[in-house]
């Protein structure tokens, strides 16, 4: 009589170890080259026209180029096809460099762009390109919505819809 025993693989097979490899390399890759990353939520998804987002960082690399871009949470709410920005940023030395930006937010169709499958769409909105911190220390990067209705000359005092402002920055490739 001849036995067969059935033994089990205990492990991971290759298949498993493969998968969980390219998950491990991709994660650290899109990581490595990011510098700065953060959020402030916008209380009651309506952003003050008086309420100035500011984000600090500390430069100590003088030489590495970087890449600058403002990262918006948006709702079903935002009414608006477009987005006005005022962004400002404050070097170590109090030399400022100030910006009135303008991004669409909306296909041609009325689709809201960015990433999201929920209620909730981000935009990861481009400032500035190949950018040096040539001084080393704190650098203040500020944002404040800047809307307004067609024909009126005041700007809105809420822009609803508005969920998260946020920056990023990433080493430039």
């Known amino acids: 009589m001849i036995m067969k025993i059935k033994m089990k693989k205990k492990g991971l097979s290759l298949g498993k170890i493969m998968l969980l490899f390219t998950v491990v390399f991709y994660t650290s890759s899109c990581t490595r080259d990011l510098v700065y990353n953060q959020f402030k939520a916008v209380e009651n998804n309506e952003w003050h026209k008086d309420s100035i987002m500011n984000?600090?960082?500390?430069?100590?690399?003088?030489?590495?180029?970087?890449?600058?871009?403002?990262?918006?949470?948006?709702?079903?709410?935002?009414?608006?096809?477009?987005?006005?920005?005022?962004?400002?940023?404050?070097?170590?030395?109090?030399?400022?460099?100030?910006?009135t930006l303008e991004y669409e937010m909306t296909s041609p169709e009325g689709r809201f762009l960015g990433s999201g499958i929920s209620d909730i769409k981000e935009n990861k909105l481009e400032y500035k390109t190949n950018v040096?911190?040539?001084?080393?220390?704190?650098?203040?990067?500020?944002?404040?919505?800047?809307?307004?209705?067609?024909?009126?000359?005041?700007?809105?005092?809420?822009?609803?819809?508005?969920?998260?402002?946020?920056?990023?920055?990433?080493?430039?490739?």
Do not use: H, W
Request: glycine content about 6%; proline content about 1%; hydrophobic content about 40%.
């Open 132 to 173: 040096t911190f040539s001084l080393k220390g704190d650098y203040i990067i500020s944002i404040q919505q800047a809307m307004r209705k067609t024909r009126e000359i005041d700007g809105l005092s809420y822009l609803g819809g508005i969920t998260d402002v946020g920056v990023q920055i990433e080493k430039a490739k």
């Open 55 to 99: 984000f600090v960082f500390s430069s100590t690399d003088t030489i590495q180029k970087n890449n600058i871009f403002i990262t918006l949470r948006n709702n079903k709410d935002y009414e608006f096809s477009n987005l006005f920005l005022i962004v400002d940023i404050q070097f170590p030395n109090n030399y400022q460099i100030v910006d």
